[in-house]
């Protein structure tokens, strides 16, 4: 007592502790800040010590291969391994698998259920009658309640949307995979086009030669040495334009990896997948694979599926959230135990119309994209097996070009050997020989770019699908 006074009650004299203990405990389970910077000059030095011999891709590309037969040794490099390589290293990837994983966050946001909030009631009766307390303190909650699902409708929406990044992944890789066989194929044509042109020149080196002894002897004519002249310079041009695309493309095919240029300088490359072409591709079973199996088909499936679960969502909004906030007052020296229901809006000027409307006009337009996308992918498959068919009979044709121009020079070696015909003779009929050789590999190269063609439009290796394959190297000169 003071001055004859009760004591009055202090609220602040221990009344925030348990308040106090309550914030620490909900910030012990913060999340904290951690710091990641990127160092330009150590991105650019692990970049250049990027190698095909990494022992970590190596052992990625193992497990990957189809038919590793699990024996110790070095790998062979061709379009699969390199394929898979590429798969290792490629940044365009990285960028893809983080988006997914942005995603896959995202339907976390989505699950999490509203936190409770607290309330402290806090105020003072300046006029309290005597003998009362004249503050008025509590606590109190503010607990949300979700209703209509909107929840569930929520991670559905994320969960698809997620799903449809995965899809972009295979979307991505798969376009890595084509620009890769791509510069390997040009590669390849280059690296044949220099075997058969360094033949060709080898031989017209003997042309030369022999006609510039019969200029001496007077036997031909000036113009004809000098044309034969030319010819050769132009097969050396030619090899020189080739050998530089062989370096271009080692560049290319490195850009695509993600391996500086100097690790392909000693890899040896392998063909082999550029060597088999099919007697026949079935367009139906080429358009079921596209639409089936595209990754971007996938993706607008799984997009539209979000959409639906948007529209539910909106739908679900025009039923009101509800509040329920237990709590207790101390109120002038009365205590107040309360429960109000709180937060039911009244659909008086809307019943969420607008927001429907909205959803229901992007499904509508995620309907029409895969539809839009399937079309595509259906003409995509036409093109490329009416291109692929018209490619291989102009390689069927310059295949019996080059056989009769080989039966040609097998009968010349056998007059040459019989003394029937002179060296000169011979050897103008084996350069042409190497001419319709170089006619015949510039056929399969394009038939080899129709199957690409094909393979874009499925987004699936045709070596994948279980259809026959031949050789398609046939009589290119040894």
């Not at 259920?113 to 309330?119: D, G, H, S, T, V």
């Amino acid at each position: 007592m003071i001055d004859g006074r009760p004591a009055q009650h202090d609220p602040g004299a221990g009344g925030w502790r348990p308040v106090s203990w309550l914030a620490l405990l909900a910030l012990s389970g913060c999340a904290s800040y951690q710091a990641q910077p990127i160092a330009p000059a150590a991105l650019m030095q692990t970049f250049e010590a990027r190698t095909l011999d990494n022992p970590d891709l190596q052992r990625y590309v193992r497990a990957h291969l189809q038919d590793d037969t699990g024996q110790p040794g070095p790998i062979a490099w061709d379009l699969a391994t390199l394929t898979l390589a590429a798969f290792y290293f490629s940044p365009e990837l990285d960028v893809a698998r983080a988006r997914t994983g942005t995603r896959q966050a995202v339907i976390e946001t989505a699950g999490q259920r509203p936190n409770p909030a607290l309330q402290f009631p806090l105020g003072y009766t300046s006029n309290a009658k005597a003998g009362e307390s004249p503050y008025t303190y509590g606590l109190g909650l503010d607990i949300p309640i979700e209703t209509a699902g909107k929840r569930g409708y929520r991670v559905a929406q994320a969960q698809q949307r997620s799903n449809a990044a995965r899809f972009d992944i295979g979307t991505v890789a798969w376009n890595v995979r084509s620009r890769l066989r791509s510069h390997l194929l040009n590669l390849y044509a280059a690296t044949r086009r220099v075997e058969i042109l360094q033949q060709q020149i080898q031989a017209q080196q003997q042309i030369v030669a022999m006609l510039d002894r019969r200029l001496t002897l007077g036997a031909v004519s000036a113009p004809e040495a000098s044309q034969a002249r030319i010819a050769l310079a132009r097969n050396r041009i030619d090899a020189a334009r080739a050998q530089q695309q062989c370096q271009d493309e080692r560049a290319r095919i490195a850009a695509v990896i993600g391996v500086p240029v100097g690790a392909l300088t000693d890899i040896r490359i392998a063909f082999d997948a550029f060597e088999r072409v099919y007697p026949d591709i079935p367009a139906d079973d080429v358009r079921r694979a596209a639409i089936l199996n595209r990754p971007d088909v996938l993706a607008a499936l799984a997009e539209y599926e979000a959409s639906q679960a948007a529209l539910q969502l909106e739908i679900a909004r025009q039923y009101p959230d509800i509040h329920l906030g237990p709590g207790y007052t101390f109120d002038a020296g009365a205590n107040k135990f309360v429960l109000p229901l709180s937060g039911i809006s009244l659909p008086l000027f809307n019943r969420n119309q607008g927001p429907i409307a909205e959803a229901r006009a992007r499904r509508t337009e995620a309907a029409a994209h895969v539809n839009a996308v399937q079309v595509q992918a259906i003409e995509d498959t036409g093109r490329a097996v009416q291109n692929y068919r018209a490619a291989l009979d102009s390689l069927h044709l310059a295949e019996s070009l080059l056989a009769a121009q080989q039966r040609q020079v097998q009968a010349m070696q056998e007059n040459f050997s019989a003394g029937e015909t002179d060296r000169l003779t011979l050897t103008l009929a084996e350069q042409a020989f190497y001419g319709n050789a170089l006619a015949r590999q510039d056929a399969l190269v394009q038939v080899q770019r129709n199957i690409g063609q094909l393979e874009d439009a499925m987004q699936r290796p045709l070596s994948a699908t279980g259809l026959p394959a031949m050789s398609g190297r046939g009589r290119n000169p040894q």
